[in-house]
């Protein structure tokens, strides 16, 4: 079993549509979370992190942690064409190492 | 701003050559990372090291050395290049552990073993 696990997608959403990305993780004791965006042929970047004790928002980008089921997910608002990337979730205990999920392939459609 | 650079975008080498790849982080962190990325696998994990000299394997280090001779610099070493390494190389750094363990991304080095 995967630690971490996403949806491969694609998933395709209209322009400024909310798009919602999930994450499921096997380890409980899972502390912090995070969002990278990987545009094809380039690096991942970090887009938010939320530890265990809540959810964050930020701009058009929120993250939700459900603890109790064991997933993440990345809310998107007002979805836009440069919104369209591959989004790798990745979560950590109290070592540094990072495990990664393989990643979702969001398309926005104009 | 995070800087993690690595040495070169694209590489091509022949079976049975050594091969090093070179990245150097400019934030003082602590930790570093080499993945490996290919298409439907994800990111994977070859080594990382916490602080010079120390190293330790991940997930798939078969085939692969690292060296941290410096604290800003994490080299990868493929010992003698097969056609199964052609990949999409990866290094990152990170300054801590738990919440602290941002990790920030190099470029990438794309290696193609012929």
């Known amino acids: 079993q995967k630690e971490v696990e996403q949806n491969s997608g694609p998933l395709s959403v209209p322009e400024g549509a909310i798009a919602s990305l999930n994450c499921t993780y096997s380890?409980?004791?899972?502390?912090?979370f995070f969002w990278y965006r990987q545009y094809s042929g380039k690096s991942p970047e970090l887009i938010m992190f939320i530890y265990s004790n809540g959810d964050k928002e930020d701009g058009r980008f929120t993250a939700q942690l459900n603890k109790a089921s064991q997933y993440v997910s990345l809310l998107i608002r007002d979805s836009q064409p440069s919104d369209s990337a591959t989004y790798l979730c990745a979560v950590t205990g109290t070592a540094s190492k990072l495990t990664f999920g393989t990643g979702t392939r969001l398309q926005v459609m104009l | 701003d995070v800087k993690v650079t690595q040495s070169s975008r694209y590489l091509v080498k022949r079976t049975g050559e050594k091969v090093f790849l070179e990245c150097v982080q400019d934030?003082?962190?602590?930790?570093m990372f080499w993945y490996r990325q290919d298409p439907g696998l994800g990111l994977r994990l070859i080594y990382f090291?916490?602080?010079?000299?120390?190293?330790e394997k991940g997930d798939i280090p078969e085939g692969y050395s690292v060296s941290r001779e410096k604290k800003e610099r994490f080299s990868l070493i493929l010992e003698s290049a097969s056609t199964n390494q052609t990949s999409m190389y990866l290094c990152a750094s990170s300054f801590g552990t738990g919440a602290k363990n941002i990790q920030y991304f190099g470029a990438g080095t794309r290696l193609s073993v012929l």
């Open positions: 380890d409980r004791g899972s502390q912090s």
């Open positions: 934030m003082d962190h602590e930790n």
């Open positions: 090291s916490y602080d010079v000299k120390m190293k």
